[in-house]
């Protein structure tokens, strides 16, 4: 696509961000419906963020998304934010605000349709299931209220700073009393073993910390085999590499691990719709996912 005057600009604030694969999957997409976008990676040093969204709206950028680790600070630098974004206390998407008396962006979650659809597409449902959510960062928050939101039977918050989970559990649960559901519970990462009781407890475990990312991918959250015995299903947001500790924990005790290429796409699709109001066809989807394990050596996995 040629670059010019009526180019619109869009990407992803973030620190890190030069691994991002976002780039390859927008730029797919709009190769395929024929856009006239480009997508950049924004390097955002901390403290900068404030800085860096106003000078992003002033520059004319249509749209951004959001990765670590600045998920949750960015929510009081937007004009607006989308109630499950504001209930999960997370953004991941920005759209430029239309309104003539706002100046800024409205914040999203994509994140957490992302898990959805990947999740559905596998062919797991989260209704009346216990899930175990592994961190409560700005992807842990959203997971579990995504688990929540979904009809699960019980949904466990398992963070290193256990003050951060009450609080994340807390707002989740004040969202669902008025349906008469309160199932977020808070723990310390490191009283995972009060899980472990029962042959017939197996749960759905989603790994939404950094450890296990590469370089360093012989670290997982929990490194006790025990825990693993409880688990049949186990999701790691992380797809690089491939197979993390976590998964091949998992797989080692007889449960079935995935990674998160398909969250990664999904909520990317998300985010594409939204900016430019084009629907991402199944063909395409596919084409893009294809192309994301190429890039990643792993055809055909």
């Given at each position: 696509?040629?670059?010019?005057?009526?180019?619109?600009?869009?990407?992803?604030?973030?620190?890190?961000?030069?691994?991002?694969?976002?780039?390859?999957?927008?730029?797919a997409?709009a190769?395929?419906?024929?856009?006239?976008?480009?997508?950049?990676?924004?390097?955002?040093?901390?403290?900068?963020?404030?800085?860096?969204?106003?000078?992003?709206?002033?520059?004319?950028?249509?749209?951004?998304?959001?990765?670590?680790?600045?998920?949750?600070?960015?929510?009081?630098?937007?004009?607006?934010?989308?109630?499950?974004?504001?209930?999960?206390?997370?953004?991941?998407?920005?759209?430029?605000?239309?309104?003539?008396?706002r100046?800024?962006?409205?914040?999203?979650?994509?994140?957490?349709?992302?898990?959805?659809?990947?999740?559905?597409?596998?062919?797991?449902?989260?209704?009346?299931?216990?899930i175990?959510?592994?961190?409560?960062?700005?992807?842990?928050?959203?997971?579990?209220?995504?688990?929540?939101n979904?009809?699960?039977?019980?949904?466990?918050?398992?963070?290193?700073?256990?003050?951060?989970?009450?609080?994340?559990?807390?707002?989740?649960?004040?969202?669902?009393?008025?349906?008469?559901?309160?199932?977020?519970t808070?723990?310390?990462?490191?009283?995972?073993?009060?899980?472990?009781?029962?042959?017939?407890n197996?749960y759905?475990?989603?790994?939404?910390?950094?450890?296990?990312l590469?370089?360093?991918?012989?670290?997982?959250?929990?490194?006790?085999?025990d825990?693993?015995?409880?688990?049949?299903?186990?999701?790691?947001?992380?797809?690089?590499?491939?197979?993390?500790?976590f998964?091949?924990l998992?797989?080692?005790?007889?449960?079935v691990?995935?990674n998160?290429?398909?969250?990664?796409?999904?909520?990317?699709?998300?985010a594409?719709?939204?900016?430019?109001?084009?629907?991402?066809?199944?063909?395409?989807?596919?084409?893009?996912?294809?192309?994301?394990?190429?890039?990643l050596?792993?055809?055909?996995?």
């Open positions: 696509m040629e670059i010019n005057g009526k180019t619109k600009i869009y990407g992803i604030i973030g620190n890190p961000v030069e691994h991002t694969m976002s780039p390859l999957i927008h730029g997409l190769d395929a419906l024929g856009i006239n976008m480009v997508y950049v990676p924004f390097q955002v040093a901390e403290g900068q963020l404030e800085t860096a969204i106003k000078g992003a709206y002033g520059l004319n950028i249509c749209g951004m998304n959001i990765t670590v680790p600045y998920k949750n600070t960015v929510i009081p630098f937007l004009t607006e934010v989308d109630m499950r974004a504001k209930v999960a206390g997370s953004v991941n998407t920005l759209v430029r605000d239309s309104r003539e008396d100046v800024g962006f409205i914040g999203y979650n994509t994140d957490m349709n992302g898990l959805w659809h990947a999740m559905k597409e596998d062919g797991i449902s989260l209704k009346d299931e216990q175990i959510v592994l961190g409560a960062g700005g992807v842990g928050r959203a997971v579990a209220f995504m688990c929540a979904s009809g699960a039977q019980k949904v466990y918050l398992l963070n290193r700073n256990t003050a951060k989970a009450d609080d994340v559990a807390a707002k989740i649960n004040d969202s669902l009393r008025r349906y008469g559901r309160d199932c977020v808070a723990m310390a990462l490191t009283d995972y073993k009060k899980l472990l009781t029962g042959t017939e197996r759905i475990v989603i790994q939404c910390t950094s450890v296990g590469a370089p360093n991918a012989d670290n997982a959250v929990i490194e006790d085999g825990f693993y015995h409880y688990v049949k299903f186990g999701y790691d947001l992380i797809y690089t590499p491939w197979e993390t500790k998964m091949q998992v797989t080692a005790n007889g449960g691990a995935y998160g290429l398909k969250m990664l796409l999904h909520q990317g699709i998300e594409f719709e939204m900016w430019t109001g084009c629907k991402v066809t199944r063909e395409n989807t596919d084409r893009v996912y294809q192309m994301l394990q190429n890039k050596g792993v055809v055909g996995k």
